[in-house]
């Protein structure tokens, strides 16, 4: 009797043992980011506040156009629809009736382990008011960026946070930020709230912000050859 008590813990044992290695196993997984440790990604433009602030919003898809009351038919997209920045909306921080722009509450409790986020949070919020944010709305689209999984790319995706600051009376500062940068690893066994048995789950993880998805991106707001405009975009 004690024996086949002690073969039925063991037995157990193992299984919970089996479970919780099948569970974690995904922490161990080799993600290799192929890029530059993040960095400011700035430039000055020429043009005042007013005129660069105008040209951001003439490039871009326009969230409020998209969501404008009584709109009928197909939405014009600036952007080819094979193109990253199709995808993409642009939302001022003073945009009424929307609050789109995340609070520095939600930046600074939403960063994951980004860290260079924190570098938004210092400019003074007056500096911040022509700021603007552009984001992918379903949180489902994805890209390949600066991340490796399995020596493939791993999809990523977040938004950005565009700072506007006057230089002079006809230039204007205009820098990158990333905000909530994740990537999907593949899928791993776990437990789901839905679910009442383990089941296969999509391994989404916080990571850091890349460097070359803000140089493409601020690259079509100067207009260089490197950047994707409507017109070139792929």
Request: aromatic residues 14%; glycine residues 6%.
């Amino acid at each position: 009797m004690n024996r086949r008590i002690t073969v039925l813990a063991i037995v157990f044992t193992g299984a919970i043992l089996g479970f919780v290695v099948a569970t974690q196993a995904h922490r161990f997984k080799h993600i290799e980011k192929r890029g530059p440790a993040p960095e400011r990604v700035a430039a000055i433009l020429l043009g005042g506040l007013d005129a660069t602030a105008g040209r951001i919003e003439t490039v871009f898809n326009r969230w409020s156009e998209f969501e404008r009351p009584g709109r009928t038919g197909t939405y014009l997209n600036k952007f080819p629809r094979d193109a990253k920045w199709s995808h993409f909306f642009l939302s001022r921080r003073d945009d009424e009736g929307l609050q789109l722009f995340p609070s520095d509450e939600e930046i600074s409790r939403n960063r994951g382990v980004d860290s260079y986020i924190l570098a938004y949070l210092r400019i003074p919020p007056a500096s911040r008011s022509r700021d603007f944010y552009f984001h992918e709305p379903s949180g489902d689209y994805y890209w390949e960026s600066e991340y490796f999984y399995k020596n493939a790319p791993a999809k990523f995706h977040c938004s950005f946070l565009i700072h506007l600051e006057p230089t002079d009376a006809s230039h204007t500062t205009v820098e990158i930020f990333e905000y909530q940068p994740y990537i999907w690893a593949g899928e791993y066994f776990g437990l789901s709230a839905h679910a009442i048995l383990p089941t296969r789950l999509y391994d989404i993880r916080p990571v850091e912000p890349t460097t070359s998805d803000r140089r493409a991106l601020l690259a079509i707001i100067d207009g260089s050859p490197s950047g994707e405009n409507p017109a070139e975009a792929q």
